[in-house]
């Protein structure tokens, strides 16, 4: 249970810490810590990408004030909280017209790191480095955000950040998927995987999620952290990530 426990707050720290580093590189982001609370804005009119983390104990007073500073910033936002502690905070969320997902929003841990399987046939992987991201940007595009927020998103000092590696992953050749790695002291977070809808159980998402795994590790990372949609769950439950940290997410649009 102890072992449980520290994996959690590793769980907890590398969500929040991806988002610092993400607000940390694009224009106008801003964090912002009140007593337990993580709240951070990226400027994006994308509520993913803007809100309050609470993986602690909190009144309901510091969570609402925490939500005012968000609010000022005048984007979509959304708030992810421990599902220990959802209950006795929901009015403050569904005060601002959030509520809450149908389902939880798994925080999967990987420990130790198992060794990456083959490739499947006619995919490849490859690192992306600044300046050249127009292969990343790309497939945003083709998934359907729009050139300026992916541009605002993934920028220059974001991709030549040392805690921060891209990757793209190929089938037969095309671009069709991404992933990010993010170093957060001796932990690794994988986010933004996602494969276009045409490329989808050709075993890429496997591919660029065990590519930034790797990433981790060669860092010297011991554990991996991800949060998984419902599409991915079975992926990473079969890669060996478990669910220690679920979160419930209160949203005006989900997803988004």
Same mark, same amino acid.
């Given at each position: 249970?102890?072992?449980? %426990?520290?994996?959690? $707050? ?7 810490? $991806? ?8 224009? %106008?982001?801003?964090? %912002? ?12 009119? *994308?509520?993913?990408?803007?809100? $309050? ?9 510091? #969570?609402?004030?925490?939500? @005012?500073?968000?609010? !000022?910033?005048? /984007?979509?936002?959304? /708030? ?9 905070? @929901? ?6 017209? =959030? ?18 399987? !083959? *490739?499947?046939?006619? &995919? +490849?992987?490859?690192?992306? *480095? ?18 300026? *927020? ?15 590696? =891209? ?36 075993? &890429? ?15 010297? $990372? ?8 419902? #599409?991915?769950? +079975? ?13 419930? &997410? ?7």
């Amino acid at each position: 249970m102890e072992a449980d %426990h520290d994996l959690v $707050c590793v769980a907890d720290e590398s969500f929040m810490a $991806c988002f610092r580093k993400l607000a940390q590189h694009v224009p %106008h982001g801003e964090t %912002h810590e009140a007593g337990s609370i993580f709240s951070f804005s990226t400027g994006l009119p *994308l509520s993913g990408f803007n809100g $309050c983390v609470v993986t602690k104990e909190a009144q309901p007073a510091e #969570l609402a004030a925490s939500l @005012a500073w968000v609010a !000022a910033r005048n /984007v979509p936002f959304r /708030v992810w909280v421990a599902e220990k502690l959802a209950a006795g905070l @929901a009015e403050v969320p569904t005060s601002y017209g =959030l509520e809450p997902a149908d389902s939880l929003y798994p925080g999967m841990v990987l420990h130790p790191i198992p060794d990456a399987p !083959a *490739l499947s046939a006619g &995919v +490849s992987v490859v690192p992306i *480095l600044e300046p050249s991201l127009d292969e990343f940007i790309g497939v945003l595009g083709e998934s359907g955000l729009p050139a300026e *927020l992916a541009h605002r998103l993934i920028s220059p000092s974001f991709a030549a950040d040392p805690d921060v590696q =891209l990757f793209v992953g190929r089938l037969d050749g095309k671009p069709v998927g991404t992933s990010i790695a993010i170093r957060s002291r001796d932990v690794s977070g994988v986010v933004y995987v996602g494969t276009l809808p045409q490329a989808r159980r050709r075993g &890429v998402g496997s591919a660029v999620t065990w590519a930034a795994v790797e990433a981790g590790r060669a860092w010297g $990372c011991d554990t991996i952290v991800l949060q998984s949609s419902v #599409l991915g769950l +079975s992926m990473y439950s079969d890669m060996g990530f478990r669910t220690v940290a679920p979160y419930v &997410v209160f949203t005006d649009s989900f997803p988004g």
